[in-house]
């Protein structure tokens, strides 16, 4: 079985794949100081809670958008599976061909969900990704990585708008009655959900004006299903589309025989 580990700058994802089947998926928070031990004992009490074994993992593979966790991340795959992860950077097999400035620049998360979504819908994509950050990666019919956008994420939003205006409270993000609130708090719900999905559907229908031919829109991430019920482009959310990305990338820099 393959452990597919992804890191966001405000959760982690975990994903135990037996073959191309996702067994169980957690969520754990991103703790920038957390040690390989501490991660560690999580995720196996996480396994022991669902019946699963730490012998049954053959392969390990990480991807990060948080510099700072590569190390302790990595020990924790030697030190409680006796495993060396693949960790998604320079030199590891994707297959994906960016043409970006930089190609380097591309987070780790953007790739991931690149080589899933030319896998499963083939190219031409536009893939939203509700993170901590939003973003938008442009995909061509032959399966190369254009480029994209990114802008400031829902929560983010949120916590600025708390921070920043005194009088306004921190409020659960739900999808408010009418457009026009009749409190703050309907208002604020109003503005944030309304708000961001007029943001997606202006960068979204902009994008496409840029693509030959009409482009597959995907979406992702932890709110994606929230915006995508309003949205107008949105065509499809697949909450796993990272993890699916990383058991795809793990297929390709392994030998068959260790999947």
């Known amino acids: ?29 991103t703790k920038r100081d957390q040690t390989e031990d501490e991660y560690g004992v999580i995720i196996r009490n996480l396994f022991q809670q669902n019946g699963i074994e730490a012998g049954a993992i053959s392969g390990v593979i990480i991807s990060s958008v948080v510099p700072t966790l590569r190390f302790p991340l ?11 992860p693949i960790i998604i950077g320079p030199g590891v097999k994707t297959g994906l061909n960016i043409l970006y400035d930089n190609p380097r620049e591309v987070g780790a998360d953007r790739v991931v969900n690149s080589v899933a979504a030319i896998e499963l819908y083939g190219g031409p994509l536009i893939i939203v990704d509700f993170g901590t950050a939003t973003t938008f990666c442009a995909v061509s019919e032959k399966g190369d990585y254009l480029g994209g956008a990114i802008a400031p994420g829902i ?10 205006a005194a009088k306004l409270p921190r409020i659960e993000l739900a999808k408010p009655s009418k457009v026009i609130g009749k409190n703050t ?52 959310v697949n909450r796993f589309l990272t993890l699916e990305g990383l058991r795809i990338i793990y297929s390709k820099n392994v030998s068959p025989e260790n999947l």
């Open 185 to 236: 708090v309907s208002s604020m719900q109003s503005g944030i959900i309304y708000g961001f999905v007029g943001q997606v559907d202006g960068i979204v229908k902009r994008m496409i004006k840029e693509f030959p031919k009409k482009p597959f829109i995907v979406a992702t991430g932890g709110l994606a299903g929230l915006i995508a019920k309003e949205s107008e482009t949105i065509e499809e």
């Open 155 to 164: 929560d983010i939003s949120m916590e600025a708008l708390f921070q920043r």
């Open 1 to 29: 079985m393959l452990l597919a580990i992804d890191v966001g700058n405000t959760n982690i994802m975990l994903g135990v794949y037996s073959g191309k089947e996702l067994k169980i998926c957690w969520h754990i928070s």
């Open 74 to 84: 990595e020990k924790m795959a030697q030190k409680y599976f006796s495993l060396s």
